[in-house]
């Protein structure tokens, strides 16, 4: 699936990498590209496991952690000021993590470890985009992105390949599209904003997931997950909240 996608993917968007050939071609922070690509595989490989073996809600709620992950990350690798309540607000998000994950009712489900594997690979592919920031456009982001994601998952793919069926296909077809849409506006919005401010936006995925897997699946979130994703958009929310009268507050020296 992470092959289609990204094979989908090229196609969906080669009229506009073929129109900005020239700056793709120059790359600025070549590096950063690559390691996103790295990481890239390692939340969707991640991310498309959990849902296989776990609850898509409790597969959502974890993942979710990435925003914790990544505004840790972004206070110690970009030094964004993170206030003494927002890391409050994080602890208690990761709380929510933990219940959900189940540590101590006969250890830890390998389906939530796995998912919780893919929030950290998000949360740095969250602080690579932001370190190059200002640097690339936002197609030469994803281009070389996109490429080392091929390079690195068609030599696994291929010997497990089966041919998908008409109906696969349309699905597969529809994921690219959803998938090449996602992943542009995440980048541009990533390049423009700071990541504990972007970040906690992914929890809008937890309602809509749940939603899916109570209507297509009858998938009845449990009393774990319940309490944990309540934590876990707690949390988000206060972040959301602190962030927007953190801009809305001017600096003292424009206040004197």
């Given at each position: ?5 990204q ?47 776990i609850?898509?809600?409790d597969?959502?709620a ?9 505004t840790?990350?972004?206070?110690v ?5 993170v206030?003494h ?16 994950i ?36 936002v197609?030469t ?24 069926t ?11 599209v ?24 992914n ?9 899916v ?35 809305a ?8």
């Amino acid at each position: 699936m992470v092959f289609v996608r990204q094979i989908g993917a090229f196609i969906l968007m080669a009229p506009i990498y073929w129109r900005l050939r020239a700056a793709i071609a120059r790359p600025q922070r070549l590096g950063l590209h690559l390691f996103r690509g790295v990481t890239a595989i390692g939340a969707m490989t991640c991310g498309l496991t959990a849902v296989i073996l776990i609850p898509l809600a409790d597969a959502t709620a974890i993942q979710m952690a990435e925003v914790l992950f990544a505004t840790a990350f972004a206070a110690v690798f970009l030094r964004e000021v993170v206030s003494h309540r927002q890391w409050l607000a994080t602890v208690i998000g990761f709380v929510g993590v933990v219940i959900m994950i189940r540590p101590f009712s006969g250890g830890f489900e390998t389906g939530g470890l796995i998912a919780l594997a893919g929030a950290v690979c998000g949360a740095l592919t969250m602080i690579a985009l932001r370190m190059g920031a200002g640097h690339d456009r936002v197609e030469t982001v994803t281009f070389w992105q996109g490429l080392m994601v091929l390079a690195v998952i068609t030599p696994i793919a291929l010997p497990f390949w089966v041919w998908p069926t008409a109906f696969e296909w349309k699905v597969l077809a529809a994921m690219s599209v959803a998938f090449t849409i996602g992943q542009w506006l995440f980048t541009a919005a990533m390049r423009l904003g700071e990541t504990a401010a972007i970040a906690p936006l992914n929890y809008v995925r937890l309602i809509m997931m749940a939603g899916v897997g109570w209507a297509l699946y009858a998938e009845v979130p449990t009393w774990p997950t319940v309490i944990g994703a309540v934590l876990i958009i707690g949390s988000a929310t206060f972040t959301l909240r602190m962030n927007a009268r953190a801009r809305a507050t001017p600096p003292a020296s424009e206040t004197t």
